[in-house]
């Protein structure tokens, strides 16, 4: 797919980018190099590769999921303007 100097035009104003004129025809042309990337890319056949969830097999250290805070939401809950049922109540803010 190319690009022309038009479509990179359009493309800046629905960005809301101010691009130099002088930098539109390089523009074009280095979006159309990046799409025709993308086409090979596309048409390279993956049907019998598996996916990789991390390319080096590598898997992260987790640690324990355990509470290491007190509870303080009566504490936190008595300075606030407004709460019920253990909620804070805001001003609505959707109609």
Known sequence: MSLTASDVKKI?????????EA???PYANNLSNILGL????????VADIEP???PQDATQRL????????NQREKFQAIAPNTEAGLYLVPKVLE
Do not use: Y
């Open 12 to 20: 800046s104003h629905l960005a809301r980018l101010a691009i130099d």
């Open 23 to 25: 930098d539109i025809e």
């Open 38 to 45: 993308v086409e090979q890319m596309d048409a390279a056949d």
């Open 52 to 54: 990789m969830a991390n």
């Open 63 to 70: 640690r324990d999921d355990i509470v290491t805070e007190v």
